[in-house]
C-alpha cells in the first residue's frame, strides 16, 4: 500500500482560479456583456430586469469577484479617475467632504488623485493640468475658486463662481444666517460680534453677505467695532484665538459671537475663558460646519450643520453622471443647513430663556 507523497519544501501551493465576468456569467448562464453592464452599471444595464441585476450582484459576492480595473481601462478606454482640488487634506472641513467623495467613487468602482493647492493660483492650475495629462476624466473641486471654463466635466464643493460646465454644490447660506441670527435674537442677544472668514476662503464672501442681508431683516446690528477678520491659513482653533483676544482689547460690550467656522469659535471660546469669561453664562458662541470636534468641545458647540460627507457624496454621483452622460447638466446644486443647538448658547445676561428656545435644545450626540 502507498504511503501519500509529502510535499517537497518549497513547493507552492496550488493558487485559486482567478474569477472574472465570464465565470460568473456560466455560473448564472448570461452573456459576459450583460454581467458587466451590470456590475459596472453602464447605460446598458438600464435594460437588463432588476431581478437579474441582483442575482448577478449576488454572484459576484459569493465567489469573490474582484475586477480588474487596468483591463477594464484598456478594454473601455477609460481610468475610471477622478481629480480632486482641494485648498487642503487635513483640516477637519476638507477632509469630511473627501472622505464622502472616496466612499461614492469606491462604490462605484472609481479612484481619485488628490492634489493640494493651498490657495496658490498657479499650483492650481499645475496640478489640473497634471491631473488631466494623468487621464483623469473629470474634476471635484473643494474649497477652490475656478473661474475659467475646465477642459473636463467637473464639480466644485463651495463653489460660487458662476462658470460654464462647473456644478457648484453650494449651501443655503442666507437660510443658515437666519437659523443662527434668529436663535440669538431669540436667547435675548442684541450686542453680537461677528467673526468673517479669510479672504481666499471661497464661503467667505457669500456667507458675510447672506448675514448682513438677514441681519437688516431682523433688525440686528452689526457694529464695525464688533467685527473682526480670520487671518491666516491655521485649519486649528489656533486660528480663532487671536480674534477672540481682540474683540476683548477691543473694549466693547457683547454677549454673543457668530464665528466663521467651528475652528475659528473654538479658539475664540479659549480667549474668553481664560480671561475669566463663562460661555455661554457671560457670552454665546456659535460656529458654522458642525465639524465632528464640535460636539465634543468645552463646551459643545451650538453650530449651523453643514453635511460634508453628503456634499461630498453628492459631488462624487454629480461628476460621474457627468462624465457617462446620465444626466443634464445642473450649474447648481442647492443643499440645506441644519442649525444644532448645544451648551455654548445661552440666554443674554438678565435675560429669561423663553421655552421654545429651552425645547430645541439637544444632547451631545444630535
Do not use: C
Amino acid at each position: 500500500m502507498k504511503t501519500p507523497s509529502k510535499v517537497k519544501a518549497g513547493a507552492r501551493k496550488p493558487q485559486p482560479a482567478t474569477v472574472t465576468l465570464k465565470t460568473i456569467a456560466k455560473h448564472l448562464n448570461l452573456t459576459p456583456g450583460t454581467v458587466s453592464a451590470a456590475l459596472n452599471n453602464s447605460a446598458a444595464a438600464r435594460s437588463i430586469p432588476e431581478h437579474t441585476k441582483q442575482r448577478i450582484l449576488a454572484a459576484a459576492r459569493e465567489l469573490n469577484y474582484r475586477p480588474n480595473f487596468f483591463a477594464r481601462s484598456l478594454r473601455l478606454q477609460r481610468t475610471y479617475t477622478i481629480g480632486v482640488i482641494a485648498e487642503e487634506i487635513g483640516d477637519a472641513y476638507g477632509s469630511m467632504i473627501i472622505s464622502g467623495i472616496e466612499q461614492h467613487l469606491r462604490q462605484n468602482n472609481f479612484f481619485f488623485l488628490t492634489v493640494i493647492h493651498r490657495h496658490d493660483k498657479k499650483l492650481l492650475q499645475t496640478y489640473a493640468q497634471m491631473l488631466q495629462s494623468r487621464g483623469v476624466e473629470g474634476f471635484i473641486t473643494v474649497d477652490t475658486s475656478i473661474t475659467e471654463q475646465p477642459a473636463l466635466p467637473t464639480v466644485a464643493v463651495a463653489g460660487h463662481q458662476r462658470v460654464t460646465g462647473v456644478t457648484n454644490v453650494v449651501l443655503d447660506h442666507k437660510r443658515a444666517a437666519r437659523m443662527a441670527l434668529q436663535h440669538l435674537r431669540n436667547l435675548g442677544h442684541e450686542e453680537i460680534a461677528f467673526v468673517k472668514g479669510q479672504p481666499f476662503s471661497s464661503d467667505s464672501v457669500v456667507r458675510w453677505e447672506s448675514i448682513v442681508e438677514v441681519a437688516e431683516e431682523l433688525d440686528v446690528r452689526i457694529r464695525p467695532e464688533l467685527t473682526v477678520q480670520l487671518e491666516g491659513t491655521e485649519s486649528t482653533p489656533l486660528i480663532g484665538y487671536p480674534v477672540g483676544k481682540q474683540l476683548l482689547e477691543r473694549e466693547r460690550p457683547f454677549t454673543a459671537v457668530f464665528a466663521y467656522n467651528d475652528i475659528s469659535a473654538i479658539g475664540a471660546i479659549w480667549a474668553f475663558r481664560e480671561a475669566g469669561l463663562r460661555v455661554p453664562e457671560d457670552v454665546s458662541v456659535v460656529g458654522f460646519d458642525d465639524i465632528p470636534g464640535a460636539a465634543f468641545a468645552n463646551p459643545a458647540l451650538t453650530t449651523v450643520r453643514q453635511p460634508l460627507l453628503r456634499m461630498g457624496q453628492i459631488a462624487a454621483q454629480t461628476v460621474i453622471e457627468r462624465i457617462e452622460e446620465r444626466g443634464s447638466y445642473e450649474p447648481e446644486i442647492a443643499i440645506e443647513p441644519e442649525f444644532v443647538v448645544r451648551e455654548s448658547s445661552g440666554p443674554a445676561p438678565g435675560n429669561h430663556v423663553p421655552a421654545t428656545v429651552e425645547e430645541e435644545r439637544p444632547g451631545i450626540a444630535s
